[in-house]
């Protein structure tokens, strides 16, 4: 244990009790954070001195933030604890229970909820007062809750940026029991089958040479069923995190699922260069995998190169993995700011080299979403299907349509406004 010579601290130090419960918060919120992580915040902060708000951020994120799936919990942390004045009534309010008919003044933002459950590990909610408070009689009100959605059934439907940590750990357990079924290809192969239509006329000859030629059966075959590869492309980018870390904890499930259809499943992560984890996959544990995955992955949280980055997959890894009529899972935002021609160029070539593209964007999430960006619009004419994938539905659904060669998703209503 490495000692720590004594702080010069003023007698009443507020400030350290302020630092070792935003550290507490942390923590509870996910963070790996322990005792000699905070001393060295508090020596950070002593050394770096408190006037100016960006160097204080800098400081204790320098101190507790060591990767990059964590800067948006801490930041959000930080600004219910040290920014906002309002930070605790705008918490309660988030975790008192929501009636249908009462809307928040605003939504919660990304890793919010998850913050502040940390911040308010321990405290109880109190409901506001009525008016009446010296009245010694109680009113009860029944409230008939017989036709609201079940706690699974919300979650079903709930945004994954909008999750709370208990939620997350609940979602990802309901995601490992989902499945990605497809249906087998034809194939020119046959195998033997007694209930085929088609002559085996090898094996009819060699039974009939092993009897002088005389031909007692004809044997029969069926084709033979073959199942096509899996091919995933994940955007990792900052906008993306979220969606994809929940994204993959659906395909490691698919990945192990013994007889789902599926001959391989190839995972690849973007943003700003292409990773393939597909050999992380095949772990059996999910955390595990997904955190050498992640460390693999050099880019999580960073910017987005989708033109270069499916370049890359198209030259080194396309006819490697795309044989056998691979299905591909692009799942991004489409919000790229690189060159829209090469972007054009590179997802009409992956187009021809799948049997299916399949495009998740969590974009479409939003009613009043179009096809505006200039990513997408680039993207969206080489995609067979276009649709959402930001909550457990819509994974169910994509579960659903994968399988139906007439599936376009929203493509069609969306290439309407691309057209008008």
């Excluded at 405290?123 to 706690?151: C, H, K, Q, R, V």
């Excluded at 989902?178 to 006329?201: C, E, F, N, T, Y």
């Excluded at 489409?334 to 964007?361: P, V």
Aim: glycine share 8%; aromatic share 6%; with cysteine.
């Amino acid at each position: 244990m490495p000692e720590y010579p004594a702080l010069d601290l003023p007698d009443n130090p507020r400030l350290t009790h302020n630092i070792t419960h935003f550290a507490r918060a942390l923590r509870k919120a996910g963070l790996p954070i322990g005792p000699g992580r905070v001393i060295d915040a508090i020596r950070a902060v002593q050394a770096a001195g408190f006037t100016s708000r960006d160097d204080f951020y800098y400081t204790l994120r320098a101190c507790f933030v060591n990767r990059p799936e964590h800067r948006v919990v801490f930041g959000q942390i930080f600004r219910l604890y040290w920014r906002d004045p309002r930070y605790m009534e705008h918490m309660m309010s988030m975790m008192l229970p929501a009636i249908r008919g009462v809307q928040e003044e605003r939504a919660a933002q990304s890793a919010e909820k998850r913050a502040a459950e940390a911040l308010l590990d321990g405290i109880e909610p109190e409901m506001p007062a009525s008016e009446g408070d010296g009245d010694t009689e109680e009113t009860l009100i029944e409230i008939d809750a017989s036709a609201t959605m079940s706690a699974e059934e919300r979650l079903r439907t709930l945004d994954f940026e909008q999750m709370s940590t208990a939620e997350i750990a609940q979602a990802k357990r309901m995601l490992a029991r989902l499945q990605l079924p497809v249906k087998p290809l034809k194939s020119r192969r046959g195998m033997a089958s007694p209930q085929g239509h088609r002559l085996d006329a090898r094996r009819t000859l060699r039974a009939a040479m092993r009897r002088g030629g005389e031909l007692r059966r004809v044997h029969l075959q069926k084709p033979r069923p073959r199942w096509p590869n899996l091919v995933v492309l994940c955007d990792i980018s900052g906008s993306m995190s979220q969606y994809s870390r929940m994204v993959l904890h659906f395909l490691h499930a698919v990945a192990n699922e013994k007889g789902a259809g599926w001959a391989r499943v190839h995972a690849f992560t973007f943003g700003t260069r292409l990773t393939n984890i597909t050999r992380h996959l095949a772990t059996r544990d999910v955390d595990a995998a997904l955190a050498a995955a992640g460390q693999e992955a050099q880019d999580w949280e960073g910017g987005t190169r989708i033109g270069e980055c499916l370049h890359a997959f198209n030259r080194d890894w396309s006819r490697r993995v795309m044989g056998q009529g691979a299905v591909v899972l692009l799942i991004t935002d489409g919000l790229d700011r690189g060159d829209a021609q090469a972007l054009d160029k590179e997802m009409e070539r992956l187009h021809l080299s799948a049997r299916r593209l399949i495009w998740l964007n969590p974009l479409l999430r939003w009613e009043g979403f179009a096809p505006r960006a200039t990513g997408i619009r680039a993207m969206l004419p080489h995609v067979d299907a276009f649709r959402a994938g930001h909550s457990i539905a819509t994974l169910e659904e994509l579960a659903e349509a994968i399988s139906r060669p007439d599936d376009m998703g929203d493509k069609a209503r969306l290439m309407a406004m691309l057209d008008g």
